[in-house]
């Protein structure tokens, strides 16, 4: 859609109400679009809106850094802050833009189309999402079978070990000796039969978990 808002684009004001309405409607859509793709943990967190400061934006478009709510414990990764640079137009004009036109919104300057946008964002979202759910759901299971009980707080990311787009790999210290687990993100590890990596093996979660609390207690025996 390449209609003219002369009117509005010359106006600042104007440009900043349009762009926080327009994304006000993008948060509620993919608050939305998280609570139904996360069900399954039972999330009910919340996606954060900020203004890029760091930003240089154009007359007619404001940038934000959207993010959610939940805290990674200790110096573990969460959904890193997107910046999405929204147009100060219309929300109908936004909303039927195709990559690549005027008012289309961008992702960190890739322009995209609205339906391509909450997409990309809920996927990426809520994989981190299910990174925190799963390590946090396996130390529980640690513990709950006479493993160490370890406190959230001292995770970190294994900074050295090979992941991927799909898999994050946690330290874990108990002992004086930091354990790496590599975690998924496509569901919960407990209700499916995701793999976890345990040193250079990748157990079933029930087998992974064994794993975990004979190695720690091998360790500190």
Known sequence: MDQDFDG?????????????ANIEALRSELEAALRSALAHIGWRGNVLV?????????????????????EP??????????SVQMPG?????VRAARG???????????STSWDALLAGLTEEAAKWEMFLANILAFLDDVGAR?????????????VDAAGGDDVEPYWVPV?????????????????SAELVGMDADDLPWD???????????????
Not at 60 to 66: D, K, Q
Not at 89 to 93: N, Q, S, T
Not at 212 to 220: D, G, I, K, L, S
């Open 8 to 20: 509005i684009v010359n106006d600042p004001e104007a440009v900043e109400q349009h762009a926080r």
């Open 50 to 70: 900020e203004d890029d400061f760091r930003a240089m934006d154009g007359s007619a478009r404001r940038t934000f850094l959207l993010s959610t709510s939940t």
């Open 73 to 82: 414990p200790g110096d573990a990764d969460g959904w890193e802050e997107t």
């Open 89 to 93: 137009v219309p929300l109908e004009a």
């Open 100 to 110: 690549g036109d005027r008012w289309a919104p961008c992702e960190d300057g890739t």
């Open 146 to 158: 006479g493993g160490p009980r370890i406190d959230p707080g001292v995770l970190s990311v294994d």
């Open 175 to 191: 002992g004086g000796e930091r354990f790496t687990v590599f975690m998924h993100a496509d569901v919960l590890g407990r209700d």
């Open 207 to 221: 087998e992974a978990v064994d794993a975990f609390v004979r190695q720690t207690a091998e360790h500190t025996a």
